[in-house]
């Protein structure tokens, strides 16, 4: 294996264990609620619930692709804990009661370790002599009797979507072999409580007795990985300045926005980031770079290595800058000399992942300070980073809205800020802010003596100092605004935060930077779309009417090249050498809403010429005729008519 190969998968798995952070915090984000139901089904009991059904309603929200994982991550504790037989029912499963009794009686002999035909046996061989219908409750009793089952769990995923009425005989059924069978129920609603309680009656309400549970909703979980994805390591004591990989801000974009249009899974969002580190390193010959930690650059780069770079988009404006500023030296030096390219990029690169990081965390800090602002709706964490990586966020309304806040912050208000503020110190020190100075210089304003509560200070910028005056001249009505003088604490008080104020704004000035001007950006930015694209939201039917279409395009053979199926080749006609289901396709979009098979079958013998071949040779004609006949039907392109025997439906008309 070649060096660049293996620090490549080297690399991979270095990115792999950011996964495993994912797949953690996706298993961290319902354990308070896990627990808790964990426990109530634990301790559930008809006796403790006045001989009713224990009943937990799990409110999960709106977020239905995330409701598979949660229930499975319950399930599992279930079984791992308590050894309880759990039956997962949902509405697609069975559309009437007794499928439901069914499902019930064999899940929850099968996770007693029995089979269905165990199930059967059981139904057949009962002591009673009597055969048992196979939704006869009897049969579970059977086996939590002889087995000793303390419970059987019966979860309701999607319990929004089962018919009203199925679910009131359900209960109903449950209740009345409570003293025998010990059900307990778990729903999962997505909606709300009153809602739910819309579907039953009364009489089956007052059936269950339990407890609600509320889970994280799927926007704080995205938030989590999200945060994790930005997270770069801070160099610490080390001299070189650790290299990443983050998506860039149209990826980004694409990755947040199918999460918040369709729907879908945090694992969607995860599989797209595996995706994105896959081709970036599989796919960039330049992501060795990102191992120049580990090995020197020169050893590393190849000429091909050299030559990629000088193609990508960030050289040619490095190299434009430094014509632009007369050092055309340089510039030569950087596209005829490697050896000189190579000592460049050794230490361009860290400066490159050091201003990265920077803005990466700038945009943390905004966004941990404009939590602490009063009256403000919260910014997600992902919109900020996208801003961020656009280069938006230093002009943008979040960034002068937290400045301004500050300078109207009462004094409590801003020792919570700086105390959120240094909470997350050890991630901000390279910012050169030292939070610690300013909220020791605040707590000698505010506290007087030590035995006194702190004392409430306000800048002159607070509207608070400010009154209206209304003065009567020449019969008019004036308003006029006041300041009132401010005290000595208020002053120095006020001096504190304008210099706060203007190292913010400094901050955000130098490092709130556009990362895709940076050199030998795309090294740390994976920000292609179209990959993506095409692997998680395809165009199937698009595919397909161009492989039909122009079959060379696929088949790369040179008999069908200069006809392409009316592709626009040289001769613009059909031709004997395509596929037969290329050829039929093409006389498919010339025809109308009926297609007249026996005419088809003519065109297609004057196109392959089968008329003027032998019996055998019009037979195999007609095989692969009738073949391409069933690909079309299969596709749904076509079906029989039912208008005329001898005719076929057309059902799909090109481009609509």
């Not at 059924?173 to 025998?180: E, G, V």
């Not at 945060?227 to 990755?255: K, M, Q, R, W, Y």
């Amino acid at each position: 294996m070649s060096l660049e190969a293996a620090l490549n998968n080297n690399l991979l798995s270095e990115n792999g264990n950011d996964a495993h952070e994912h797949e953690s915090i996706l298993q961290a984000s319902n354990k308070s609620a896990l627990d808790e139901v964990g426990r109530f089904v634990e301790h559930a009991s008809s006796k403790a619930y006045d001989n009713q059904i224990p009943t937990a309603l799990i409110l999960t929200g709106p977020s239905i692709s995330s409701h598979g994982l949660l229930f499975q991550q319950l399930f599992s504790r279930i079984k791992a804990n308590e050894q309880l037989p759990v039956v997962a029912l949902s509405s697609n499963r069975a559309a009437n009661l007794k499928t439901f009794l069914k499902i019930v009686i064999s899940e929850g002999i099968d996770s007693g370790g029995k089979t269905q035909s165990d199930v059967e046996n059981s139904a057949k061989d009962h002591p009673a002599t009597r055969k048992l219908l196979k939704y006869d409750l009897q049969i579970l009793y059977d086996h939590v009797r002889a087995r000793g089952i303390q419970k059987v769990v019966v979860a309701f995923q999607d319990s929004e979507a089962f018919d009203g009425g199925i679910l009131t005989d359900l209960i109903t059924l449950f209740k009345s072999w409570l003293d025998r069978i010990p059900f307990v129920l778990l729903f999962g609603i997505a909606t709300s409580v009153d809602i739910f309680h819309d579907k039953f009656s009364r009489s089956a309400i007052r059936c269950m007795s339990g407890r609600k549970f509320d889970v994280e909703s799927a926007q704080e979980t995205l938030e989590s990985v999200v945060t994790n994805v930005f997270h770069v390591e801070d160099p610490g004591d080390s001299s070189t300045e650790p290299l990443f990989l983050i998506p860039g801000a149209s990826l980004s974009s694409l990755l947040l926005d199918r999460q918040k249009d369709h729907l879908q899974s945090i694992h969607a969002f995860v599989a797209g980031l595996k995706y994105a580190q896959m081709s970036h390193f599989y796919a960039n010959p330049l992501s060795v770079l990102l191992g120049a930690e580990q090995t020197s650059i020169k050893m590393l780069l190849q000429t091909e290595h050299l030559e990629a770079i000088r193609n990508l988009p960030s050289f040619r404006l490095f190299v434009e800058n430094l014509v632009e500023n007369k050092d055309l030296e340089e510039a030569s030096l950087l596209i005829g000399n490697d050896h000189h390219l190579r000592d460049t990029l050794d230490k361009r690169i860290a400066e490159t992942a050091q201003a990265i990081r920077r803005t990466l965390r700038t945009a943390r800090l905004l966004h941990i300070q404009r939590s602490c602002i009063p009256g403000r709706s919260p910014t997600p964490l992902s919109t900020i980073y996208v801003k961020a990586l656009t280069g938006e966020l230093k002009t943008s309304f979040i960034g002068r809205d937290l400045l301004q806040a500050i300078k109207k912050m009462s004094s409590d208000a801003l020792d919570t800020l700086l105390e959120v503020s240094l909470s997350d110190e050890a991630g901000l020190a390279d910012l050169g802010i030292n939070f610690t100075a300013y909220k020791t210089e605040l707590h000698e304003l505010t506290r007087s003596s030590p035995d006194r509560p702190p004392t409430i200070l306000r800048s002159g910028d607070d509207v608070r100092h400010d009154t209206l005056r209304t003065t009567v001249v020449a019969q008019k009505v004036e308003l006029s605004k006041h300041r009132d003088s401010l005290s000595k604490q208020d002053s120095a008080y006020t001096t504190l935060v304008h210099r706060l104020h203007a190292t913010l704004e400094t901050c955000f000035s130098e490092h709130l930077i556009d990362p895709r001007r940076l050199f030998l950006h795309e090294i740390f930015l994976y920000d292609l779309r179209s990959p993506h694209r095409d692997v998680f939201t395809p165009k199937p039917r698009f595919a397909i009417e161009r492989a039909l279409s122009r079959p060379h395009d696929y088949l790369g053979c040179e008999c069908c090249r200069g006809t392409a199926g009316g592709g626009g080749g040289s001769s613009g006609g059909l031709a004997s050498t395509e596929p037969a289901t290329a050829i039929v396709y093409q006389m498919y979009l010339e025809s109308g809403a009926l297609i007249n098979v026996s005419d088809l079958w003519k065109a297609y013998c004057a196109v392959s010429s089968a008329d003027d071949d032998g019996v055998d040779e019009q037979r195999a004609a007609l095989a692969l005729f009738y073949r391409a006949l069933a690909e079309l039907k299969h596709l749904g392109m076509v079906k029989y008519s039912k208008k005329k025997i001898d005719h076929l439906a057309k059902m799909v008309w090109n481009g609509l």
